[in-house]
Structure formats: structure tokens, C-alpha cells
């Protein structure tokens, strides 16, 4: 989790840890995040904002509200996390539409809302600022889903999604498609409950010419069956890994996407652009022979 202790914050200001918390409880500002093992951790831009104003005004209340009325500086991955720690859904909005007059959706969506999420999570216990915040998350990423262009390119993707409602591996998937979207590529998620032997309908209206596999919950014999179906109607298609879905071994062909979703997006359309070049190559290469002929 990210963001400083109690008494490092304290040092900072040059009060006592005891007052620090005192302003808390009073004020509700700097507004701390709390560890899986209950240690207040404080978001080193507010820290820094109450510093220079206390060195402004010399007036704890007074600095606290220039403090938060000027703000903590640029939207951060560490204040989208306060606010869905504090449940505040106003402020969470407020802060990702300041990201994105600085930032493109891509970056917003790697830099500052994933790690904002991630921040909540832990592997002992299911929080209910977690819970909160991956909500929050996907309800906004799927509404940009909806506005996101019509796709200017014609490859399909198929992304395999095997991870569970509630994961970060969930997120990340809803992230990567909607990154691939608004790269102009056409998408399709679906999940190992759709039996391939079902999928024929799907397949004919995507015409998918790459399989991202994500999420860790499928047997390999189902992700072997999905792979079969779609290579039984495109045989060039190319499976992708994406955040390890698939286990390492040295010997497989998967191609890895790597953690990130702009990575794994560059990486995935550098493929695909390889691919349309080498089967436009010998298109070209007979036009002209027929030419010249």
C-alpha cells in the first residue's frame, strides 16, 4: 500500500504523532489509508500540501482548509485511494476527470485506477473499501466501454476471461478489452462457462484472429477446447497470455502480453501488424508480377 506512516508524517509537519491523529479525528484532514495489519498510511501529497500551508498561516484549521482547497496537486493513485477509502464516490469522480485533462484514458486507467484499487486489496480478507472501490472501478470502465469509437480496424480479438467477479485479474481484463477497443480492434469477452461447442455463432461474427487468455481459474483442458474451436474456423489465429493466465513452462507457444494493459496492447497489435505484413507481402508481390506480365 502505498503512502507513509504515522510518525514519518508526523516528522514532516514537526508535531507529535498523538497531535497528527488529534487532526484527524477534528478535522478529517490528512484523511490516512489503513493497512491489512490496521497502521494508518498517509498520502505523501497531502502530507506535503498541509506542510506548506501550515508554513503559510501558522493556524492548524486554517491551514487545513487552504490545504484542501487548493487541493494535493495533480490526481494520484494514492488520493483516488483515500477517496475510496473514505467511500466517497463524488471525490473518486472528481479526481479521474482531473487525471484526464493530464492524462490520456490509457494512462488514467493504468497510472491511477488500477493501483487506487489495488491499494485496497488484500490476500487474508475481502475489505469493504475494496469491495467499494472494484465497483466503482468496473461501473466506470464499463460506461467508457460504451462510449468508446466504433472499431476502425477489421481484426478480432476473443478474450478468454477465467478470473472471478471481485478479482483484480477481473479488472485488469475489463481494462485490457477496453484498451484494445479504443485502439480501434474489435472485441468479444467470454468466460470458460461457454461450452465450445457453443461458441459457433460467436466465432462466424467476430472471426477472431487472436485468443487473449486471462484469469487464473481454467483447466487447461477447457482453455485447449476454446483454442480448437477458434483455430478450427481461422488456423493463423494466435493465442496471447495475458497477466499469466497460462503457466510457464518453456515450451509453449503462447505469446506473453506481460501485467499492464498498454504493454500488453502494444505488444499485441506490433504482432498483429507483423502478421497483416507478412500475408499482404505476397498479395502484393503477385499484383505486380500480374502487372508486369
Avoid at 485506477?113 to 467499494?132: D, G, I, M, R, T
Avoid at 461450452?195 to 472471426?207: D, F, I, S, Y
Wanted: net charge positive; hydrophobic share 45%.
Amino acid at each position: 500500500m502505498n503512502g507513509i506512516r504515522t510518525n514519518a508524517a508526523a516528522v514532516m509537519l514537526g508535531v507529535s504523532p498523538n497531535t497528527l491523529r488529534s487532526w484527524e479525528r477534528r478535522y478529517g484532514f490528512p484523511r490516512p489509508l489503513r493497512s491489512p495489519g490496521g497502521h494508518r498510511n498517509y498520502a505523501l501529497a497531502e502530507i506535503e500540501a498541509l506542510k506548506n500551508t501550515l508554513a503559510e498561516t501558522h493556524n492548524v484549521s486554517s491551514a487545513i482548509s487552504l490545504a484542501k482547497e487548493r487541493g494535493e496537486g495533480p490526481s494520484s493513485a494514492a488520493r483516488l485511494a483515500l477517496a475510496f477509502g473514505a467511500f466517497d464516490e463524488q471525490r473518486a469522480d472528481r479526481l479521474l476527470e482531473e487525471s484526464l485533462a493530464l492524462r490520456s484514458f490509457e494512462r488514467t486507467i493504468e497510472e491511477i485506477l488500477l493501483p487506487a484499487v489495488q491499494a485496497h486489496e488484500s490476500k487474508e480478507h475481502v475489505s469493504a473499501e475494496y469491495e467499494f472501490s472494484w465497483r466503482y472501478a468496473t461501473g466506470w470502465l464499463s460506461a467508457l466501454k460504451r462510449l468508446a469509437p466504433p472499431a476502425s480496424r477489421a481484426e478480432g480479438v476473443l478474450i478468454f476471461d477465467a478470473s472471478a467477479s471481485g478479482e483484480l485479474d477481473a479488472l485488469h481484463a475489463q481494462a485490457f478489452e477496453l484498451v484494445l477497443r479504443r485502439a480501434g480492434l474489435r472485441t468479444l469477452g467470454l468466460t470458460p462457462a461457454i461450452e465450445a461447442n457453443r461458441l459457433g455463432r460467436a466465432l462466424r461474427a467476430l472471426e477472431p484472429c487472436a485468443i487473449v487468455l486471462t484469469g487464473q481459474h481454467a483447466a487447461l483442458d477447457a482453455i485447449g477446447r476454446v483454442v480448437y474451436a477458434v483455430r478450427s474456423t481461422n488456423q493463423d489465429a494466435v493465442v496471447f497470455d495475458y497477466r499469466s493466465a497460462v503457466r510457464d513452462t518453456g515450451a509453449s507457444t503462447v505469446r506473453r502480453l506481460g501485467d499492464a494493459p498498454i504493454a500488453a496492447r502494444d505488444a499485441l497489435l506490433a504482432r498483429l501488424d507483423a502478421s497483416s505484413g507478412a500475408v499482404q507481402a505476397p498479395v502484393l508481390k503477385a499484383a505486380v508480377r500480374s502487372r508486369r506480365g
